[in-house]
């Protein structure tokens, strides 16, 4: 099969490989559409030690099945399907609490590190263990299907944060996740929902798509501007998408006493964390990771046409040009939001 090798840091080759092999609990996919995901573009270049050449990336896939293995009951060739990014174990602690993304023993697809490697899907096939596979909708098309991984991060940030019909929320950071978060807090019946970002461009889609207000935070101190807008309070709920210091400081200064802000961003592994404010005003931060389990309810949003896909998709490209495109997406000026990669 072809498929698009990081074949050594901030390399990829276009290559014949061999097929994967599949085990008796293991589907073989057909591949059909591939996102480009944030995490391969900072993880090329040897930095996060999750993408140890030679891998085949990719983790944001539909297809349709082509093989099962001897011991699959629920699925049969020919099924048009997505999967869970994280493979779990299921018999951890965490994964019989429901908390599949924190389990002990998680892999996930495309990543390559010390601990596992485990083949991913920018290639004509991939092997998917059968319990983390969902069905997709009967019409909904194959490219828009490979944006649930990122949808599922969105929702999964908003189901942990308490939050009532009504409330005024904040999202720092309009890039393609927090651009999501703002779809799934309109779907999730948010009053107001304020955007914060250093891009006007980016802030105008993040209005399109549902923001009620907008502050460039290199033009204005957002955080004063919503606690002028909340009668002085600041904002119910606020989610920080970047993950740097001024953008969680922002964040966690735009949200009311009593409030939560939930972290989604991860640029930085450390930040400096307005303390005082938190404890003396009694505010909660939330970590978010990944999904939970939160794909049919995505899946049902993208169908339903409550969440816009179609908006966030820069391009639709063949696998034969993923390097080229991969390149593009490492460029810190791009404009760039979610390249397709479909086969």
């Known amino acids: 099969m072809k ?17 994967p092999t599949y085990g008796p609990h293991e589907v073989l996919l057909k591949v059909k559409a591939c996102g480009i995901c944030g995490s391969d573009i900072h993880g090329i270049d ?21 093989e099962v293995g001897e011991a699959v009951t629920d699925w049969k060739k020919g099924d048009r399907v997505t999967f869970d990014s994280t493979i779990y174990c299921g018999t951890c602690k965490f994964c019989r609490k429901g908390e599949i993304n924190l389990c002990e023993n998680r892999k996930v697809m495309g990543v390559s590190c010390d601990d596992y490697r485990q083949d991913g899907a920018f290639a004509e096939y991939v092997a998917v263990p059968e319990h983390i596979l969902y069905s997709l909708p009967d019409n909904l098309e194959f490219y828009k299907a490979a944006m649930v991984e990122a949808l599922s991060v969105a929702v999964h940030a908003f189901q942990i944060t308490p939050s009532g019909l009504n409330d005024t929320a904040v999202v720092f950071g309009t890039g393609m996740i927090g651009l999501l978060v703002i ?9 107001r929902i304020i955007a914060v970002d250093i891009d006007n461009n980016k802030l105008e889609t ?14 204005c101190v957002a955080a004063d501007e919503i606690r002028k807008m909340t009668g002085g309070l600041g904002a119910d709920i606020g989610f920080e998408v970047v993950g740097i210091t001024p953008t969680v400081q922002g964040a966690v200064s735009s949200v009311r006493k009593g409030g939560s802000v939930t972290l989604v961003g991860n640029i930085s592994p450390k930040v400096e964390l307005p303390l005082q404010e938190v404890v003396t005003q009694q505010k909660t931060l939330y ?21 816009d896909v179609d908006s966030l998709i820069s391009k639709r490209v063949p696998l034969s040009e993923g390097a080229m495109w991969f390149e593009k997406l490492s460029q810190k000026d791009t404009d760039l939001m979610k390249v397709i990669v479909e086969l």
């Open 46 to 66: 040897g930095s996060t030690g999750r993408r140890q050449p030679p891998i085949i990336m990719g983790h944001e896939a539909s297809g349709v099945i082509a």
């Open 183 to 191: 779809q799934v807090l309109r779907a999730g019946g948010c009053g």
């Open 206 to 219: 993040a209005r399109h798509l549902g923001a009620d207000y907008s502050f460039n935070n290199n033009e």
């Open 287 to 307: 970590g978010s990771c990944a999904s939970a389990g939160e794909y049919p309810a995505c899946l049902d949003l993208i169908d339903s046409g409550r969440v």
């Open 3 to 19: 498929a698009l090798v990081l074949t050594e840091y901030n390399k990829f080759e276009y290559l014949d490989v061999p097929d």
